[in-house]
């Protein structure tokens, strides 16, 4: 049990106890008329008792969330640089997770405040393909520990990217726009997911079943999109003018002579918001 639950608890306990004996003293005729009289007078007293225990309680954790800070750690992921390709599979939840890239080593930073052990990481490499594994015990008791759960995952450049990511409780934002990813697998419950995707070499391929609040896509602005909705009862907000709608639901990018390469996705799962944009932003 919470401990403000405990001391809540207490008090109605102690409360009942002290009005029982009090009933039962003046049924009995041991408690005279006039202390019954001061003490419906008095009665309040228990509640101002009651909220300093609540102020107290809320100072003390207060107190206590200041003077513990985040702790950092970086955790170097043991991919090999001749590595030909890279298969990422990523379970996390309760927290925040953010996926960006680097141009030095790639590594994974936790920050938590040090109630969490460290996270599973596993690595294999079959040929030139490397698979990485990264996921994270369950936490004891979640739903204190959420807020105070980042991991930060950067990848490195230049190495050909596929993505699974199985998340629970996450709230989750990768960048994508400096790798080059071919695939990206994501599977989310609650939480909000923002992604965005970068210019594809040949085709991106993008499969999201998302049970989230609202799920933002941005697009690469010079790729031919399309974007399959599986779920008829979704919010869609799309730009009319880069986006045109099908008959059967699904949406297309406008034609250009300037095509480089397709993004394919596919979406799917009871989202109630959906935010479809087109990267204004200069690739790098």
Known sequence: MHPLAKKIALLVALFSAVLGLFLLGYNLRIIPEGVKSAAINLWPVLLVA?????????????????????????????????????????????????ISSTGGAPCLVTENDGRVSAPAISHETIGGVSRLALSMAQPLFPSHFQLRNIWRLDLARGIPLRLTLNLHEANLHMDLRDLDVESLDLKADSGAQEILLGQPRKKISVQVYSSSAKLSLVLPPKAFTHVQLLNPFCRVDYPQGDLEKREDGSLVSTSDADTQGSVEVSIDGPIRNLVLDIDEAPQT
């Open 50 to 98: 009651a909220g300093i225990v609540l102020v107290a309680d809320s100072v003390k954790k207060r107190g206590s969330s200041r003077a513990s800070a985040l702790l950092a750690r970086q955790h170097p992921l043991p991919i090999p640089p001749a590595a030909v390709e890279l298969s990422c599979r990523v379970q996390f939840s309760y927290g925040r997770l953010v």
